[in-house]
């Protein structure tokens, strides 16, 4: 049965302008539908994160890579490397590893990766919600200022599950779905040291022990920056242990963890800086691309709903954006 267009235009608003928002408006613009997106941090991308100092020395601190394994995300990511937004990372490895599939990056940082999607889209960065308010048959959104938006057909929130679970307490079906899933926490450390570490990889990922991982920055495309700079991340476990401690205190803990990980004193460090990701990486996942309110209202999506990947929260956005132009076109 062919059913009719609606005859306003609907407004949604997408929460989080990380890889699984942006890839969900940008699919949802191709369908000439209206979008706003709303982030609480100063630029995009979310964990696609890009850290520069004030010295010149940058950081890609969150996520280290993207990988395809879909035709669909493939030829999302040709469409990135095309627009000069993303090419391929061949580090050197350590003599134990090698890469399964191939590592692209952000040029000339990860926070770059997704700027090419951004040109035509509405985004209010800086700005938190931290409520939903029902109006008609749609919702406002309340900010942390306490200012109170306009009205829309659809909210879909690409935030951590967590975060979601608070913005939706509305709906107490999803907050039983959102509270199974898991995600762990990651202390990154960037450092930019006076004198080479005396390695011969470029990347190293490790199996046990406080270091997850270590990357030096210079080999990355593009990157630029001092070639001392290493980014390294902290194990899930040690993370979690030490979450609540400072960045300054992370900071040098993980320094002593580093130069036990490789076996080997540490030259003298001219920057350090510790961040914390708070939700890093998905431990235990949705099953499923997406969550959706029984009146296809609201929506919730991100890579917490797949794995671990980035793959996994761009085919969430790709979902999301399908089941709601087909809710709100064929109504």
Known sequence: MQHARKTHSPRIAIIGAGMAGISCADALQRYDLAVTLFDKSRGIGGRLATRRTDGGDSFDH???????????????VDRLRQAGAAAEWQPRLSTDASAHHAWFVGTPGM????KPLTQDLDIHLNTTVSALERSGNGWQLRTADGTLSESYDVVISTAPPVQTRALFAVDPA????????????????????????????DARRFDEGA???????ASRPQHGGNQQGWVVHAGAEWSAEHLELTPEQVASLMQQELSRAIGMALPQASFVQAHRWRYAMTTQPLGQPFLASADKSLFAGGDWCLGARVECAY????????????????E
């Not at 996520?63 to 030829?75: L, M, P």
């Not at 085919?315 to 064929?330: E, F, I």
């Open 62 to 76: 969150g996520a280290q890579y993207i990988t395809t394994r879909s035709a669909d995300f493939s030829a999302f």
């Open 174 to 201: 999803m907050q039983a779905s959102l509270d199974a899933i898991s995600m762990a926490p990651c202390w990154t450390l960037m450092a930019t040291f006076t004198a080479p570490i005396d390695v011969d990889f």
């Open 211 to 217: 270091v997850s991982w270590m990357a030096r920055q």
């Open 315 to 330: 085919q969430s956005g790709a979902a999301m954006a399908a089941a709601v132009a087909k809710r709100l076109l064929t």
């Open 111 to 114: 926070s770059a990766l997704l």
